[in-house]
Each structure stands twice: as C-alpha cells, then as structure tokens.
C-alpha cells in the first residue's frame, strides 16, 4: 500500500496514497463501554504500580517502594495487547536509586531519578530503530541541577516537570528538537516555564504547545488551575472554583481535571478553543485523577462506596459509560486509543488492561469497524478529499515550523494506523490525523469547505 511521505514542500502535501487508505479505513466514532476481555500485563508477584500507556506500549514501576525500578510491555509487532509476540523490557534498574512516575510518549519514557541524591529527570530512547528493547536504546540524564526535579510529562518534543531550583516549585521543560528524540544532536535544551515564587506551580502535563499545572501553596493547596502556551509565552486560568483544581490532564482542546468545589473529587473539563468550563460527572462520593485520549475521558470512581471502579465518558456524545465495576479495587487508570490500563488489588497491585469497544448487543459480539463505516464512507472521504486539497492550495512555499510539526504528527498517525493489525487502533489513529488538519488549518488561517 501506498504510504504519505514525509512532507517538505508544498507540492508533497497530497500523496493518493492517504485518500486509499482513508478509503480503506476510516470509520466512524461510537461511544465506548466495557466490553473486553482483561489482559493481564503485570503480576509478578511484587507490587507493580504507576502505569501510563502511549500507542503500543505500557511503562510502570515493579518492587517494594524505596526500591522501584522501571520496566515496559510492549504489544509487539501486531499491536494488539494480550497476543503471543507481546514482550517485556527493562527500562531503569538503577541500583544507586529508585524512580518514579513514568510517562511515555511516542519513542520516549521520562521519569525522576534519586540515583544522585536528590531527585532528577531522566529519560529513555528507543534508538535509532524505534523499537523498545533492542539494543540500540539509550538512557539520558535529563537534569542534572542539585535541586529537585519531579513528576515530568513528555509530548512530541517537549519535556515539563516540576522544578525547586529557585525555592518554591516552578515548572520547566526540555526541547529534544525536531526529530523528537531524546539525546540526539538536535536537542535545543532546557527552558524555564513559569517564573513566580509568590506560590507554587505544580504537577505540569502536556499536550502541544499547551503545558496545564495547578497553582497554589504545596503540598495541600488551595490549588487553581492554570494554563502556558509555549508558543506565545502566555499564562491563563482555567479554573479558579473554591476548593481545589487538582491533577489535570490534557489532549487536543480539552483540560480535565479533579475539582473539589462540591465537597468531594469531581472530574470537570474546559475546552481551550471555547474557554467554556464544563462537569463531566459530580456523582456522590468521589471521581478523582482523570486521563483523556480523543474523545474519552477515564477515571477511578468510588460511587458505590465499597470500592474503586473505572468510568468513563464521550465528550463528543456527552455520555458516561461504565467500563470495570464490582470486580476489584482499580486505580490510578490511564488511556490511549481504545486500551484502558490501571492497578488492579485483587491480588497484590498488578497492572491490567482491556480494549472498550462500539456497543455491543447479544449475543456479545465485538463490532467490526469496517463495516460500520461502510454506510457513511462516502461522505467521510469527501470530508478528507476536500480538506487536503484546500491545505495543499494554501500551503505556503516555506512551511512554517508549527505546521510542519502537525503534518509530521498526522504522517505519523497515518503511519501507526497503516501498520497495526487492530482495526479499532488505526481508526482512533485516522481520528486523530484529521485532527490535525483541522489544527493546521487554524495555523494556516483558513477554513476548508466541507
């Protein structure tokens, strides 16, 4: 199958390659609920903790607190969790010092570090070849200040983390440059974000150029929540609600985040390109640490009482759907595409998986995403057809950075949609390239017709 290369110049823009593959895949999008089988990823026996997913691959952390290191399941080459070529790697296993919070993003894992007697950020590249386990992967020390370094967040090139240098915490980042690799010789290097030492500014993710952080006194707040575009070098509020705004989440045009304005944790969400704030769920007791993928947002709820469940919600359907409830205490969830992973207590903590499906009906039977979209193909396709050609009518000789960033990141979606055997994957893939060119066209100023 044809693929689109990389884009350079205005004439490589439209590649007929895409318009059949499109054609091939692209399907339409359907509210989620649970409906797959649990694939364990971890249960060793010792506690494994701290997991975060991106694309085909989940990190976490494995042994007793004080001594935990860092590993990876990858899915292999298939891309489908739970196969036979699903495989596990070593990440860190530093034994000077333990790590925590992994995140991953594309080719790169980010962590701290108390190997060198305070806490640092450090970060692990999958090489040359992009594969993680081979041989050609690389560690790095991402900081090496003798302050301390916390909790970082990684996305396409940049790396943000919370930063004591000055005394109170402030947030900053690291530019791994354009290829997006950590270590390689374009790296641009370290950068302070926020500079204010009349509070704190703490607990930065990441999404673009978009870094959201709550802002307020540590440890226990009051917390608001604040917004830095690293295009402009601008600061905005989000929320700024009684009670505390708290662990924040962040993909595309939509913050979410834990708010305790009623009393107990709740999940609101604000949409950046409206600067509307809205409530996803204030069910009694608590919803606490939401993750976002697309459209989905996941979080762990103790609206029964008894126990942690996970829930989730459509923001393009406003609906709420359960996804693991009444089987065991479930916690710290976390999401990319169709897969769900979180701790499970059954045991002791392991790490779980399962794939949310199209609604199904019974008997039970999995939705094939190929022939969902056959009755509406046609109309999508015209959808992309148009928009490609508009881009490619306004697309400047000299490509702006920011645009060539987008047109690399919809390559790369096309890329991962084009190479998995899941066809649930490649359509949030497809998703998220279209995406992309809604996003270039807000950079080109442009509206294409549809």
Same mark, same amino acid.
């Given at each position: 199958?044809?693929?689109?290369?990389?884009?350079?110049?205005?004439?490589?823009?439209?590649?007929?390659?895409?318009?059949?593959?499109?054609?091939?895949?692209?399907?339409?999008?359907?509210?989620?609920?649970?409906?797959?089988?649990?694939?364990?990823?971890?249960?060793?026996?010792?506690?494994?903790?701290?997991?975060?997913?991106?694309?085909?691959?989940?990190?976490?952390?494995?042994?007793?607190?004080?001594?935990?290191? +860092? #590993?990876? @399941?990858? $899915?292999? =080459?298939? *891309?489908? !969790?739970? %196969?036979? &070529? /699903?495989?596990?790697?070593?990440?860190?296993?530093?034994?000077?010092?333990?790590?925590?919070?992994?995140?991953?993003?594309?080719?790169?894992?980010?962590?701290?570090?108390?190997?060198?007697?305070?806490?640092? +950020? #450090?970060? @692990?590249? $999958?090489? =040359?070849? *992009?594969? !993680?386990? %081979?041989? &050609? /992967?690389?560690?790095?020390?991402?900081?090496?200040?003798?302050?301390?370094?916390?909790?970082?967040?990684?996305?396409?090139?940049?790396?943000?983390?919370?930063?004591?240098?000055?005394?109170?915490?402030?947030?900053?980042?690291?530019?791994?440059?354009?290829?997006?690799?950590?270590?390689?010789?374009? &790296?641009?290097?370290?950068?302070?974000?926020?500079?204010?030492?009349?509070?704190?500014?703490?607990?930065?993710?990441?999404?673009?150029?978009?870094?959201?952080?709550?802002?307020?006194?540590?440890?226990?707040?009051?917390?608001?929540?604040?917004?830095?575009?690293?295009?402009?070098?601008?600061?905005?509020?989000?929320?700024?609600?009684?009670?505390?705004?708290?662990?924040?989440?962040?993909?595309?045009?939509?913050?979410?985040?834990?708010?305790?304005?009623?009393?107990?944790?709740?999940?609101?969400?604000?949409?950046?390109?409206?600067?509307?704030?809205?409530?996803?769920?204030?069910?009694?007791?608590?919803?606490?640490?939401?993750?976002?993928?697309?459209?989905?947002?996941?979080?762990?709820?103790?609206?029964?009482?008894?126990?942690?469940?996970?829930?989730?919600?459509?923001?393009?359907?406003?609906?709420?759907?359960?996804?693991?409830?009444?089987?065991?205490?479930?916690?710290?969830?976390?999401?990319?595409?169709?897969?769900?992973?979180?701790?499970?207590?059954?045991?002791?903590?392991?790490?779980?998986?399962?794939?949310?499906?199209?609604?199904?009906?019974?008997?039970?039977?999995?939705?094939?995403?190929?022939?969902?979209?056959?009755?509406?193909?046609?109309?999508?396709?015209?959808?992309?057809?148009?928009?490609?050609?508009?881009?490619?009518?306004?697309?400047?000789?000299?490509?702006?950075?920011?645009?060539?960033?987008?047109?690399?990141?919809?390559?790369?979606?096309?890329?991962?949609?084009?190479?998995?055997?899941?066809?649930?994957?490649?359509?949030?893939?497809?998703?998220?390239?279209?995406?992309?060119?809604?996003?270039?066209?807000?950079?080109?100023?442009?509206?294409?017709?549809?």
């Amino acid at each position: 199958m044809i693929m689109w290369d990389r884009v350079i110049n205005k004439g490589d823009i439209m590649k007929k390659g895409v318009l059949m593959m499109l054609s091939l895949l692209f399907s339409i999008s359907l509210v989620v609920i649970y409906a797959g089988t649990e694939i364990p990823i971890a249960n060793t026996g010792t506690d494994e903790v701290e997991p975060a997913i991106d694309g085909s691959t989940i990190v976490y952390l494995l042994g007793p607190y004080g001594s935990l290191d +860092i #590993y990876g @399941y990858n $899915a292999g =080459p298939d *891309g489908i !969790f739970g %196969n036979a &070529d /699903d495989y596990t790697f070593v990440i860190s296993t530093n034994p000077e010092g333990y790590q925590q919070a992994p995140r991953i993003n594309g080719k790169t894992v980010v962590w701290y570090d108390h190997r060198n007697g305070n806490y640092d +950020i #450090y970060g @692990y590249d $999958a090489g =040359p070849d *992009g594969i !993680f386990g %081979n041989g &050609d /992967d690389n560690e790095v020390q991402v900081t090496t200040d003798t302050s301390d370094q916390w909790f970082p967040d990684v996305q396409d090139r940049y790396i943000v983390w919370n930063d004591s240098r000055h005394g109170r915490w402030e947030i900053y980042g690291y530019d791994m440059g354009p290829d997006k690799r950590l270590g390689t010789a374009d &790296d641009v290097g370290e950068f302070r974000i926020t500079n204010n030492q009349l509070s704190d500014d703490y607990n930065p993710e990441i999404y673009g150029n978009i870094v959201v952080y709550q802002k307020g006194t540590y440890p226990n707040g009051p917390w608001d929540l604040y917004g830095y575009d690293l295009s402009t070098s601008t600061e905005f509020l989000i929320s700024n609600a009684s009670g505390n705004q708290q662990d924040a989440a962040i993909y595309g045009n939509y913050v979410v985040w834990t708010d305790y304005r009623n009393g107990n944790g709740d999940i609101y969400g604000y949409n950046l390109s409206t600067s509307t704030e809205f409530p996803i769920v204030t069910e009694s007791l608590s919803q606490i640490t939401p993750a976002i993928d697309g459209n989905i947002v996941v979080w762990q709820d103790y609206r029964s009482g008894s126990m942690w469940d996970i829930y989730g919600y459509d923001l393009s359907t406003s609906t709420e759907f359960p996804i693991r409830t009444g089987i065991s205490k479930s916690t710290e969830v976390d999401i990319c595409n169709d897969v769900v992973t979180w701790i499970d207590w059954r045991k002791d903590k392991d790490i779980y998986a399962l794939y949310i499906s199209p609604p199904v009906t019974t008997p039970p039977v999995r939705a094939n995403p190929i022939a969902a979209f056959i009755p509406v193909k046609n109309y999508h396709l015209r959808q992309v057809n148009t928009c490609l050609e508009c881009i490619e009518e306004n697309l400047p000789e000299d490509v702006p950075e920011d645009v060539q960033a987008l047109l690399d990141e919809m390559q790369e979606h096309i890329d991962n949609a084009n190479t998995t055997g899941n066809s649930i994957y490649a359509n949030n893939e497809l998703l998220k390239a279209l995406k992309c060119a809604e996003d270039i066209q807000e950079k080109l100023g442009i509206t294409c017709p549809l």
